[in-house]
């Protein structure tokens, strides 16, 4: 599923343009009919995990593209707090643990850069040249 200026969306994974941009926020689920809540923050009323869509970040040589993963471990339904199904966890927890496994964090606790553009930035910040954000 996608957000875009007229709400949430399904989608197929291979028609979604990752590069050079991805212009809206992704929502996955491993829990079948999962409607998604109308409003904001979708992911922190039903079984969703969220990845947003590219914050802009400026560094000292350039912009570079940011990327957030989101999800929560328990929502409130009326005055109740309520856990998430076991297996939307368990598949929350396992996007998590690819990221590790495929990606890099070494900006900090948390963090999953891909291992060529992390090197490529920190060449150009320790060169001091500006960074193209749709170059390889």
Known sequence: MYR????IRECEIHTVEFYPQLNYD???TNIPNVVPPPGHDPHKHAPILRLSHPLHM???TGIALLHYIEWAEEILRGTE???QPQPFLTFAQQAREWL???YVSQRGRNTADHPAEFERIISLLRLKR???P???
């Open 130 to 132: 500006p960074i193209d």
């Open 100 to 102: 590790r496994r495929n």
């Open 81 to 83: 707090i309520t856990r």
């Open 26 to 28: 992704l929502y996955f």
């Open 134 to 136: 749709l170059q390889n």
């Open 4 to 7: 875009d200026v007229d709400g």
């Open 58 to 60: 400026v560094v000292p």
